[in-house]
């Protein structure tokens, strides 16, 4: 029988200057985890996918002498490594991966198929895949955290990957928490420096939009309150399941994801899974339920049910276990803790449904909407719903007078060399399709990749990206040659790893 009284908190505790959290009157599993402050938010555009790459570097030493229940998890806030087991396999597995990342050294056979399996396990596809935190906050921020593309693992080397656990594993921007007593034996030396400064990621999207998106399906975010989004998340969820696949028949499931973005706030998402001739008419449904229950106000039976879930994971172990890893990272940015489970309970026991629904309202002016981008809207349908449509391309329809000299042009061969030019002149991409003109500002390009078949590919600062294939076109060598004069030799990298 699992013992009827919730698990209690100990902070205060240090080990060898790293502080420690356990859990009293927990049962097993019993878990250990090194957390480290450093995630995909803290990495510069050009740094993307260097912390999850460096996570799996490090298991790359270890090898086959850690434990066997040992995992890593790259998030983006902080670098976790966590060991399941027996108190001594739990202080063998922390200590062995402590001395990994307290004198880093990689192999630098290892990158090029580590970076392989990173490839794998995101599915394949290119080097960009925003997601909704990069729809709002771009890239080199908390933006990075759903951009799956990863580029920078194309041309990160052994060298770059240790500097980045050596800049961030320190003491102090290091927490160990464990699902019971500290284990004895337990030996992680880690080496004190000061850690750079974080910045704070400021949306970019400011009015309600609807995104076209690379990803199938469709899915809603929100900007929240940080404390009210857990039992938001929870109430929401069954209010848009009553709505979409109770009422509607259009999706199985809302899969929920809450980010902390600090000072109090946070970004809700809800992840929708209609099929693909369902993505229109889910993206007008969702976006009117949402406002139905922002107005309307959120269900009591929402509340009861979340209310009734709560009550029952008091006892749960791998909800405290969510909880200890929500308030380690929380501690490392220096934000508030979540409330603890108990006291969850307690504010959803006393929140009303109107001030829950309020709460709603509030965050509909940060509404964004994301679709299937290969799937037809009705015309006019953004209008209708209030919405700026985005289409999250880095070109724009051309504005200004095409200009008299050009740097260099390029067409295809073959039969649409009449209608299809690309053009480069001083800073500005052009790219004309039939009579329409489009315009590329080279100047806000964060990243300008070279592909060994002579492409480029282009992505600016919100992760908005684009390939130039100039193969079998007129021009084309000498078009490639003006667009890298025309851009910072330091934003270019060599992506040919990616590519072979
Ligand atoms: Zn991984």
């Known amino acids: 029988m699992a013992d009827p009284s919730p698990p209690r908190v100990v902070d205060g505790a240090t080990h060898n200057g ?41 298991f790359r030493v270890l090898d086959e002498t850690i434990p066997p229940r040992a995992e890593g998890i790259t998030s983006a806030h902080t670098l976790e490594f966590s060991v399941t087991g027996t108190p001594a396999e739990v202080a063998a597995g922390l200590n062995q991966i402590g001395a990994v990342l307290a004198a880093p050294h990689f192999d630098p056979n290892n990158v090029d198929r580590e970076r392989r399996v990173v490839r794998a396990e995101r599915g394949g596809g290119g080097v960009f895949g925003a997601g909704l935190l990069t729809y709002r906050y771009g890239v080199g921020g908390v933006g990075n955290a759903h951009h799956t593309g990863e580029p920078a693992t194309s041309y990160l080397t052994a060298p770059d990957a240790q500097q980045w656990i050596s800049t961030w594993a320190t003491r102090s921007n290091a927490r160990l928490h464990f699902a019971g007593p500290v284990p004895a034996g337990l030996n992680v030396q880690l080496p004190e ?32 309150d940080a404390g009210l989004a857990p039992i938001l998340r929870d109430v929401v969820v069954h209010d848009l399941l009553r709505a979409l696949r109770h009422d509607c028949g259009l999706i199985y499931s809302v899969i929920p994801e809450i980010t902390g973005i600090g000072e109090g706030r946070a970004q809700l998402d809800f992840v929708l899974d209609p099929v693909e001739d369902d993505v229109a008419r889910t993206v007008e449904e969702a976006t009117l339920a949402l406002r139905r229950i922002a107005r309307d106000g959120v269900s009591a039976m929402g509340l009861a049910r979340t209310q009734t879930g709560w009550r029952n994971d008091l006892d749960n172990p791998y909800a405290w276990g969510r909880y200890l890893d929500a308030a380690t990272e929380a501690d490392l940015q220096g934000f508030p803790r979540p409330p603890e489970p108990p006291d969850l309970l307690r504010i959803i026991e006393t929140i009303t449904p109107h001030e829950l629904t309020k709460t709603l309202a509030d965050a509909l002016g940060s509404l964004l909407v994301a679709y299937d981008e290969t799937e037809e809207l009705r015309d006019g349908l953004a209008d209708e719903l209030g919405l700026v449509l985005d289409d999250f391309s880095p070109w724009r329809p051309a504005t200004s007078r095409r200009p008299r000299r050009w740097t260099a042009r390029a067409r295809p061969t073959g039969r649409y060399r009449r209608r299809v030019m690309l053009g480069v ?36 600062g919100r992760g908005r990206a684009c390939v130039l294939d100039l193969d079998d076109w007129n021009g084309g060598e000498r078009f490639r040659e003006a667009v890298l004069a025309a851009t910072p030799h330091t934003i270019q990298r060599d992506m040919s790893l990616f590519h072979d």
């Open 193 to 224: 420096r000061p850690v750079p400064a974080r910045s704070v990621s400021v949306p970019l999207v400011t009015r309600p939009s609807l995104v076209e998106s690379g990803k199938g399906g469709v899915a809603l975010s929100l900007l929240v």
């Open 18 to 58: 790293i502080p420690t959290t356990t859990l009293e009157g927990a049962y097993p599993p019993y878990v250990g985890t090194l957390s480290i402050g450093v995630g995909t938010a803290d990495e510069a555009p050009l740094q993307m996918g260097i912390t999850h790459l460096a996570e799996h570097l490090v």
């Open 425 to 460: 002149a001083d800073t500005v991409l052009w790219r004309r399709l039939r009579d329409d003109w489009e315009t590329l500002d080279l100047t806000t390009l964060a990243l300008v990749g070279l592909c060994p078949d002579g492409a480029l590919e282009l992505m600016d």
